[in-house]
């Protein structure tokens, strides 16, 4: 389950399994049942359930759960935020089967002291503040104890972009309907659905051929099917040859190291270090399985790049800032070779982000990768970050991979990939201990590596920052950037025992 829907593509998918003949009800029978079984599997009966229902279809399925929880002998009560007059379709019929007490919102005591809370309160589509008893009442549920159940999503969340729109709950697991939303993964939506259960509730998986999703879950499955296994009878040379541009000894060298020992790892049959000539023997002392190369200018960088057999160039990590870094970026530039633009080949540009934008127009989209962190975007794209009301990383990213023609991979926890075709994926994969000195300098080697094996920017760019987490995961607490390339092969070699199932 890749794919992520927007909430109009949710209302689309809904709409279409109804006019293909599933009735609305028994979508909604379904997805309260699920938010009941949620509930059952990890509790006793007997123990006190409180249901807040809001006037839509979430608080329909609120009360399809009501009902379910009291049939297998869980205590429950139904607050409701609205006059049950308002109810309306499936909903109001939801509410006429419970045949139990319905509450006013309202009158929500009690709510600290009960053992769980279902949020039926809003689902998705929520694009507007939290107020008056709504906003009374999740403050009271995130200040309890209670075990927390959201439906669909927890109220307050935004489903498309993931904000909290003045106050959400604080769940403990959530069970989400058919396929998740932007907002289960993007900051901070993420942080408030706990555990991420998908139900099925009888939507067709056709649906998706006409909707034509263009979000997804950045996991294996989205970019398998074009990651380079090494094959038995190949060489290094068909691995690909990645070059890691560095600066000279007033730089930062080791983040080249850093890019290039990542782009070792993660699979290029060969990696140089195009250094000035005053950094040599640092970078040759770092690692004999790390060729070196003397360039002192963007002359000479342009010349080392004349051989078509160094395919992939990783520029920034340790670069240095200035007018030499920004003309050894048109110099990578220029050529059929993938080239991943990090850090400090970034950052240069941050004064006269358009000249850089002229130098990507006439590029392949499929051989460049962007990888700024979150200062290094509102730099570079000043216009854009400025445009949307409520920050909205999906649609950020999106537009500047549209602006700039290039794949765009904007850092950060939940590190979003968009490719100027309008596909975008999402990572949920990186712990919180890859926020480090160097872990960018390791990805981007790492994205370099890829294309340089052959992979188009968007999966090479996926690929990589799911291996960058996988590696994180692998290590644990207390990583520092130099361990990541070292579990690459453990994290290598769990990927191709499923490439090959």
């Excluded at 906003?135 to 959201?150: M, Q, W, Y």
């Excluded at 691995?239 to 850093?258: E, I, K, Q, Y």
């Excluded at 078509?308 to 200035?322: M, S």
């Amino acid at each position: 389950m890749l794919e992520l829907l927007t909430v109009r593509e949710m209302a689309e998918a809904d709409r279409l399994a109804m006019a293909g003949g599933v009735a609305g009800s028994d979508l909604m029978e379904r997805a309260g049942c699920a938010i009941a079984d949620a509930v059952s599997t990890g509790h006793l009966a007997g123990k006190r359930v409180v249901i807040l229902a809001g006037p839509g279809n979430n608080g329909g399925d609120g009360f399809v759960a009501a009902r379910h929880l009291a049939e297998r002998g869980f205590d429950v009560r139904v607050l409701l935020a609205s006059n049950r007059s308002r109810l309306r379709g499936d909903a109001a019929e939801a509410a006429q089967r419970w045949s139990g007490e319905v509450e006013t919102l309202a009158a929500a005591a009690g709510l600290d002291t009960v053992d769980i809370v279902i949020d039926a309160l809003f689902g998705a589509g929520l694009d507007r503040v939290v107020e008056g008893i709504e906003r009374a009442a999740i403050e009271t549920v995130n200040s309890g104890a209670a075990h927390v159940v959201a439906a669909d999503l927890p109220s307050g969340i935004n489903g498309d972009s993931g904000a909290v729109m003045g106050v959400a709950i604080r769940a403990h697991e959530t069970v989400t309907f058919f396929r998740r939303k932007p907002g289960h993964l993007l900051l901070p939506g993420r942080l408030h659905c706990g555990r991420v259960t998908v139900a099925d509730i009888g939507i067709p998986a056709g649906v998706l051929d006409t909707i034509r999703p263009r979000t997804f879950a950045n996991e294996p499955g989205l970019w398998r099917g074009l990651f380079p296994v090494p094959k038995i009878d190949a060489h290094k040379y068909a691995r690909g040859h990645a070059v890691v541009v560095s600066g000279g000894l007033s730089a930062s060298t080791g983040a080249a190291r850093l890019a290039a020992r990542g782009a070792l790892r993660a699979g290029a049959g060969l990696v140089t270090i195009a250094s000035p000539r005053d950094a040599l023997a640092v970078h040759a002392a770092e690692s004999p399985s790390i060729m070196v190369r003397a360039v002192d200018s963007p002359d000479e960088l342009a010349r080392l790049l004349d051989d078509h057999r160094l395919n992939a160039v990783a520029i920034g990590p340790g670069g240095g800032v200035g007018a030499g870094m920004r003309e050894s970026v048109r110099r990578a530039l220029d050529g059929a070779r993938g080239v991943v633009l990090d850090a400090d080949a970034l950052t240069s540009f941050g004064d006269n982000p358009k000249e850089l934008f002229t130098m990507l127009a006439n590029r392949e989209s499929e051989r460049t990768i962007l990888t700024p962190h979150e200062g290094e975007f509102v730099r570079l794209f000043k216009e854009i970050s400025q445009k949307h009301r409520v920050k909205q990383k999906l649609e950020v990213t999106r537009d500047a991979s549209h602006e700039t023609g290039a794949v765009v991979l904007l850092k950060g926890p939940d590190t979003v990939v968009a490719a100027p075709d309008g596909r975008a994926a999402i990572a949920a994969n990186g712990p919180p201990w890859l926020a480090t000195a160097g872990s960018g300098d390791v990805l981007a080697g790492m994205a370099a590596a890829l294309l340089a094996q052959g992979m188009p920017a968007f999966e090479a760019a996926c690929a990589a920052v799911w291996l960058h987490g996988e590696a994180a995961n692998e290590i644990g607490p207390g990583l520092i950037s130099e361990d990541l390339p070292d579990a690459l092969p453990g994290v290598y070699r769990d990927l191709f025992a499923q490439i090959a199932t």
